[in-house]
Nanobody, 126 residues
Framework: QLQLVESGGGLVQPGESLRLSCAAS???????????IAWFRQAPGQERELVAA???????YYADSVKGRFTISRDNAKNTVYLQMNSLKPEDTAVYYC?????????????????WGQGTQVTVSS
């Protein structure tokens, strides 16, 4: 079983940056290397949407709304996934969730992800 714990959310002003972290833990000897990873977000009254994803081989996907502003990355030695968010906008306000998929192939469908964190709130407001 894999546990994911997000951190790094908060309240920022438009134009500022945040870096979200997602620490993964599992059985002894566990490594995140072979998992596909992703960040989703959900605003009040909205569907959960994919923000960014990365395969185990390093392929990445970004939603059009964040392309050029957000970067997904991972540190396999630390079993941690990151989402660097720059030039934040009020419409980026949401709860952000990290997710992992045992199969390392990148997928855009949330139902294909096997593990989820509890979410971290990001609020962008002046």
């Amino acid at each position: 079983q894999l546990q994911l714990v997000e951190s790094g959310g908060g309240l920022v002003q438009p134009g500022e940056s945040l870096r979200l972290s997602c620490a993964a833990s599992g059985a002894s000897g566990f490594t995140l290397n072979h998992y596909a990873i992703a960040w989703f977000r959900q605003a009040p009254g909205q569907e959960r949407e994919l923000v960014a994803a990365a395969s185990s081989a390093g392929s990445t996907y970004y939603a059009d709304s964040v392309k050029g502003r957000f970067t997904i990355s991972r540190d396999n030695a630390k079993n941690t996934v990151y989402l660097q968010m720059n030039s934040l906008k009020p419409e980026d306000t949401a709860v952000y969730y990290c997710a992992a998929r045992r199969a390392g192939v990148l997928t855009l469908t949330r139902y294909n992800y096997d593990y989820w964190g509890q979410g971290t709130q990001v609020t962008v407001s002046s």
